[in-house]
């Protein structure tokens, strides 16, 4: 345990020399109003006035009631002394602080250090991580494999009609706005939050024989990177175990193929609200795909934690 260790807020004229001690995607916080708008929590610190650690935290992204750690870096030369430990634990009491219960954090599995990442969280009181989306990208071509030949054909049968967003996107928009509103469907399920990228000719509207909207896969072009993404399957849970998603992702992966040719990259995400689509990209595509990775997520009940080892302080020297 280093005895000389300060953990505080940083300063915005303290904010320059710890931007190498986070993500480029972070350095926002590290810039005002950020820096010191009080939601946020960014801390500092240093041993004998020399930084040597940083951790960043906020409300998290994608839930709310929580905070969420979104960096933590401790100096090469001084790792491994107990610094990440008490980073953590007054990101937690600052989280209390606030009056927030419970502290989140999320990393990607193919993290350079994943693992030391995972043994930080587990050592300061954090549950078993959590794997909650699956991100598996490659050519095309590899995809379309996937499906045996006739699958399609055969969900087809069942019922299955697929339309292209360009026709009735949107109605499809429409239903989306009005399950959202009243708890039909969660908020990650709404086209809506993908607009921008939406390419209308590959994403497909799912319909029963009567032509009622079931369901949406949502396909979003990255053009320059020659990739297209799916980043949103939805069946309604009249529909749903019965492979129509995946058949819309077929039909999607066959299209995409058909104009763009079979180098075209796409990136499929799933979550395990789909275990279907979650078990067929993780066995069958995952050892064919040019990268895959999984978001963990993990989590702890900030009074649970054991308090800070060393006196931290809240505020700066000579913050308001
Ligand atoms: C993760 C990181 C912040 C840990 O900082 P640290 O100051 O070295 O951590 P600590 O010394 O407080 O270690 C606390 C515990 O974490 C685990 N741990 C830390 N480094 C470890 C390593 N290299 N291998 C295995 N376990 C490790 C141990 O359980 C350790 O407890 P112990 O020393 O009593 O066994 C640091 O390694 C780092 O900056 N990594 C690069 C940035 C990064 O990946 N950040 C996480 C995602 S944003």
Same mark, same amino acid.
């Given at each position: ?6 953990? =505080? ?36 610190? #240093? ?7 940083? &951790? ?20 090469? &030369? ?13 990101? @937690? ?10 502290? /989140? %954090?999320? #990393? ?21 991580? $959590? &794997? ?9 071509? /590899? ?9 399609? +054909? ?21 239903? &989306?706005?009005?399950? *959202? ?27 029963? %024989? ?12 990255? =053009? ?27 039909? /999607?992966?066959?299209?995409?193929? *058909? ?10 995400? %799933? ?6 689509? #979650?078990?067929?990209?993780?066995? $069958? ?7 895959? +990775? ?8 900030? +009074? ?10 809240? @505020? ?5």
């Amino acid at each position: 345990m280093i005895h000389d260790l300060v953990i =505080r807020r940083i300063r915005p004229d303290e904010a320059g020399v710890f931007r190498g001690f986070t993500f480029k995607t972070f350095s926002a916080l590290l810039a005002p109003p950020a820096v010191h708008a009080p939601e946020q929590i960014c801390l500092g610190a #240093w041993v004998q006035g020399i930084p040597v650690g940083l &951790a960043l935290a906020g409300p998290a992204l994608l839930a709310l009631g929580r905070y969420q750690l979104y960096s933590i870096m401790v100096a090469p &030369a001084w790792r491994r002394r107990g610094i990440g430990r008490e980073l953590v634990r007054a990101v @937690a009491a600052e989280t209390g602080r606030r009056g927030v219960a419970t502290l /989140a %954090t999320e #990393w990607s599995d193919r993290l350079p250090g994943a693992h030391t990442f995972a043994a930080l969280l587990a050592g300061t009181g954090f549950g078993a991580p $959590q &794997a909650t989306l699956l991100r598996v990208s490659g050519p095309v071509a /590899a995809a379309e494999r996937l499906f045996r030949p006739g699958f399609v +054909d055969r969900i087809r049968a069942d019922g299955l009609r697929l339309r292209s967003w360009q026709d009735i996107g949107p109605a499809a928009q429409a239903l &989306a706005d009005t399950l *959202e509103r009243t708890g039909g469907i969660p908020p990650w399920a709404n086209p809506v939050s993908q607009w921008q990228e939406l390419a209308p000719d590959l994403s497909l509207v799912l319909t029963d %024989t009567e032509g009622k909207i079931q369901g949406w896969i949502i396909c979003t072009a990255q =053009r320059a990177l020659n990739r297209w993404v799916f980043p949103i399957g939805w069946v309604s849970p009249a529909y749903a175990k019965r492979g129509w998603l995946l058949a819309g992702v077929a039909e /999607a992966a066959r299209l995409l193929m *058909e104009r763009y040719g079979p180098d075209a990259r796409v990136a499929l995400e %799933t979550s395990p609200h789909t275990p279907a689509m #979650w078990q067929i990209l993780e066995r $069958q595509f995952t050892p064919v795909a040019q990268w895959s +990775d999984r978001l963990l997520t993990a989590s702890v009940t900030v +009074d649970t934690m054991q308090p800070a080892a060393m006196e931290t302080t809240a @505020a700066a020297p000579g913050s308001p």
